[in-house]
């Protein structure tokens, strides 16, 4: 089996919740991959100003990436595509937003969080890291936005039927469930899944040859791409019967052992 690519996902796969850095067991197993001539690097939904901190800031960890749920591609630590959200679509979404009751967006300023719509409280509940950073401008940016994300304070049925709605009346864009009330906001036809299909052609690596870790919805469309998915324990539902294989949880380091056994040439996965 010759693999060629590795990506994860981070929050709950790589990163216990709660937790500023992943484990060192992660970051040497990423160096023993690079050692071993396999791409690897981060699969997020976090902006890439956000990530090399979470691998106590070695660089080589995150100069392979998707970030920003595939809105930001990187290579050899070098942006080397990047999608933008449409401003009307954004102006759209928030008129939504803002008549739902408890529902929040929020822009991002490369590493700055924007509240344009919603509760500081409400957004400290999802991320207090973004909380602690935040600006509250009320307002949409005036230059091109790439991360974008929408939260609730008002529990999951809520979520589930604002997430519905802005799939259904905004065009321009897909939304996503990353955590069950905090979501993502891509272009229509964007997301891991597509970036991870343009990052292998970009490095004329075959899907067969690519293996994903995951454990949330949104990682469903990079499960769905690569030939090898896996999800952690303790993945949702939806991600734990579209992934190809199993391994177990974040806390226990599992994905650092499966990528330190793939960059010795060994096959950790079983049926």
């Not at 991959?33 to 960890?61: Q, T």
């Not at 009346?169 to 891509?186: G, H, K, L, Q, W």
Request: net charge negative; aromatic share 8%; with cysteine.
């Amino acid at each position: 089996m010759s693999v060629r690519l590795i990506l994860t996902d981070i929050d709950g796969t790589i990163l216990p919740r709660g937790r500023r850095e992943v484990s060192a067991r992660t970051v040497a197993a990423f160096h023993a991959a690079i050692d071993a001539g396999i791409w690897v690097g981060p699969a997020s939904g976090r902006g890439y100003a956000w990530i090399p901190e979470f691998f106590g800031g070695d660089a080589a960890c995150c100069a392979t990436a998707l970030a920003t749920s595939g809105m930001q591609v990187y290579l050899g630590g070098e942006k080397v595509m990047e999608q933008t959200l449409a401003p009307a679509g954004l102006e759209h979404l928030r008129t939504i937003v803002a008549a739902t009751p408890g529902a929040g967006l929020v822009c991002f300023d490369d590493a700055t969080p924007l509240l344009v719509e919603g509760e500081l409280d409400v957004l400290a509940t999802h991320f207090p890291a973004y909380a602690e950073r935040c600006r509250v401008t009320r307002e949409l940016p005036d230059f091109p936005v790439v991360k974008a994300n929408v939260f609730t304070g008002a529990g999951e049925a809520a979520a589930t039927e604002l997430v519905s709605r802005l799939n259904a009346e905004v065009p321009e864009f897909d939304v996503d469930r990353a955590m069950p009330t905090y979501s993502n906001i891509m272009p229509r036809g964007w997301n891991k899944g597509a970036a991870v299909r343009w990052m292998a052609e970009r490095l004329g690596v075959a899907l067969e040859d690519v293996v994903v870790f995951g454990d949330a919805d949104n990682d469903l469309s990079m499960f769905s791409a690569a030939g090898h998915s896996v999800a952690v324990a303790g993945a949702t539902p939806e991600a734990a019967a579209a992934a190809r294989w199993h391994v177990g949880a974040c806390e226990d380091n599992a994905v650092a052992a499966a990528i330190e056994a793939l960059a010795a040439g060994d096959w950790p996965f079983k049926a």
